[in-house]
């Protein structure tokens, strides 16, 4: 353990704005000092990822335009980008299509004291894919089947995975 404190639990109470009824908008006011503070806390958490050799991997998947750019650019815009990345794949390519479906998204995995945030990630085969007629009903399929597994084998390798969904 290093001496590197960790971030405040303050972190992980933001739930509450995010439940914030449409009704109510947040005052401008309140919404930049929110940003700074939890802004100051991605920076104490990204040192102890750092300091304590973690892997991360932030999924951030939505609907179009339900934000996830925005949020990911607010994240990333006080951290260090040796420590911190951001990952946007773009569409397989036609080797790739010819790999297993997750194989093109391990390389970008994160090494020891790195986060690594997916815009968009291998849930593309169960979100869009499908709908978009890019892959057959069998490869979805076996996305489903291969997916909880995957993860398993990230995470049993020591990676934190977080999973966000994003909807307007």
């Given at each position: ?47 102890y ?10 999924l951030f998947e ?54 690594v ?9 169960a979100?869009?894919?499908p ?31 977080i ?5 307007v």
């Amino acid at each position: 353990m290093s001496d590197t404190p960790a971030p405040s639990s303050s972190v992980f109470e933001t739930i509450e704005i995010a439940e914030t009824p449409k009704k109510r908008k947040l005052g401008k006011k309140f919404y930049e000092s929110e940003l700074a503070r939890l802004q100051v806390e991605l920076v104490k958490l990204q040192s102890y990822v750092k300091a304590e050799g973690l892997k991360v991997v932030v999924l951030f998947e939505g609907r179009d335009a339900a934000g996830k750019g925005g949020v990911i650019k607010r994240i990333t815009e006080r951290l260090n980008p040796r420590v911190c990345r951001v990952e946007a794949l773009g569409t397989a390519t036609s080797e790739q299509k010819t790999q297993w479906w997750f194989q093109r998204y391990v390389n970008y995995l994160p090494a020891a004291g790195e986060i690594v945030l997916f815009d968009r990630s291998w849930y593309n085969r169960a979100l869009v894919e499908p709908v978009m007629g890019f892959c057959t009903d069998e490869e979805y399929k076996e996305f489903l089947r291969s997916c909880p597994e995957f993860e398993r084998m990230i995470v049993r390798s020591g990676i934190i995975l977080i999973k966000y969904w994003f909807s307007v």
